[in-house]
């Protein structure tokens, strides 16, 4: 199986950077997706990494370290608006289907 | 159009009820998914439909029946419920079912907030 591990909350400042880790253990790796969720709300896709490296993407990026198991997503210039559940899901060959596995979240409040 | 729609958007129902849940994308995906999700966890897969037949069922009771009649609409059909089947149920499509060589994100929809009584 695929064990994701995330921060289960963090908070930050509006203005400030934010960083949220991940990291899995799983065979046969295929890519790890990032999603953002508000309450009540569907997830959103934000990014998705295959090699490693840093992908930019206006205020977010994300990384991947393959060798380490380890991934983050950093949020520049936070917003308000930018409270929400933050969801790692990772896509391996293990059981067989590829389909992405999300982890549990992790609940980000940003304050004034 | 890069929507899911999911209807309806609440749903009430008793054990015994027949009910369906909707789903509908028009971006020629060729895959389909349903998840549940509980309060304050992560979305659980429960089927994937790809290029419309059942190619995955991550071991759902039976009182959840799954359809898909076209490649742009997905049914979850339900019959005689448990209390602890109240949850979100989310829609979500992607390109393609991710296989050994890539991975495709998936959209989701705003989901079906059920209840059962």
């Known amino acids: 199986g695929q064990n994701i591990d995330q921060p289960t909350e963090m908070t930050a400042t509006e203005g400030a950077i934010v960083q949220i880790n991940c990291t899995y253990q799983?065979?046969?790796?295929?890519?790890l997706f990032w999603y953002q969720q508000h309450a009540g709300e569907a997830p959103t896709f934000l990014s998705y990494?295959?090699?490693?490296g840093l992908e930019e993407k206006g205020r977010f990026s994300s990384f991947l370290s393959r060798s380490k198991g380890y991934s983050y997503l950093l949020l520049k210039e936070l917003q308000m608006k930018d409270s929400a559940s933050y969801l790692c899901a990772v896509s391996s060959s293990s059981g067989g289907s590829y389909i992405p596995t999300f982890g549990r979240g992790t609940s980000l409040i940003v304050h004034p | 159009d890069t929507e899911v729609t999911q209807t309806p958007k609440h749903l009430v129902m008793g054990m015994t009820n027949k009910k369906s849940l909707k789903c509908e994308q028009h971006?020629?995906?060729?895959?389909m998914y349903w998840y549940k999700q509980k309060a304050k966890k992560p979305p659980e897969l429960m089927f994937v439909y790809s290029y419309e037949k059942l190619s995955i069922n991550e071991s759902v009771p039976s009182r959840f029946s799954p359809e898909c009649p076209n490649s742009s609409l997905l049914n979850l059909h339900l019959h005689a419920l448990q209390p602890e089947d109240s949850a979100l149920y989310l829609c979500?499509?992607?390109?393609?079912?991710?296989?050994?060589?890539?991975?495709?994100?998936?959209?989701f929809g705003p989901g079906t907030r059920l209840t059962v009584t």
């Open positions: 799983t065979s046969g790796f295929n890519g």
């Open positions: 971006m020629g995906h060729r895959a």
């Open positions: 990494n295959v090699l490693d």
């Open positions: 979500a499509s992607s390109q393609e079912r991710t296989g050994g060589s890539s991975s495709y994100e998936q959209y």
